[in-house]
């Protein structure tokens, strides 16, 4: 349908269909429910849409989304922050989080070395996560909870270098995980007997 009655619900289809696995039709059908709903929802729900672009924040620690400055898991003292599990984005933070199986604290990356995609490590929060284990007291365990694949081990093989002067002990989830999987699409069953289970970080 390349033509719409109206140029409003034109743009709406065209914002919805920019996200991702949203084609026309869903954004279509998607545009046309809210057409129906009142007033008060719809504005609500464009309310919390701008919200992640105006009020959103990222912690000034580990790099999570937050509301503040520092995130409710960096703020939480309950939690052992003598544990840093390196994640390449948010989304693998809530993966891990659904487990039930992780009390530490994070690092949140913001993605992975890849020369083909033109990202390196100035591009990552690598030289944060080497400054917070510069920093650290006591006994550290630094978790590099990464994809199994090409561009995550060598992102971990990059990191395990900048810090192991430093002195941490450096480990990493054992491969419940097949090669490539991303920590997203893995069951919390599997991704939890990972982070439990895992193993010294070996070169």
Known sequence: MNEYPSKVLQEAVEA??????????????????LLHQPKENVRHFADAVSGLADNIHYCNTCSMVSDGEQCSICADSSRDHGQICVV?????????????????VYHV????ISPIDGIGPSD???TRLVERVREAEG????IL??????????TSFYIYRQIEALGPKVSTLARGLGFGDDLEYADSLTLGRSIVNRQPFKV
Do not use: C, F, M, W
Request: hydrophobic share 40%.
């Open 16 to 33: 919805i269909s920019s996200l991702p696995g949203v084609g026309a039709r869903s954004a279509l059908r998607l545009a046309l429910h």
């Open 88 to 104: 390449e984005s948010v989304r693998d933070v809530l993966s891990i989080e659904a487990t039930g199986q992780y009390r530490g």
């Open 109 to 112: 990356l913001g993605g992975i």
């Open 124 to 126: 990552l929060t690598i």
């Open 139 to 142: 006994n550290l365990e630094v």
């Open 145 to 154: 909870a990464l994809s199994g694949d090409v561009e995550g081990e060598t």
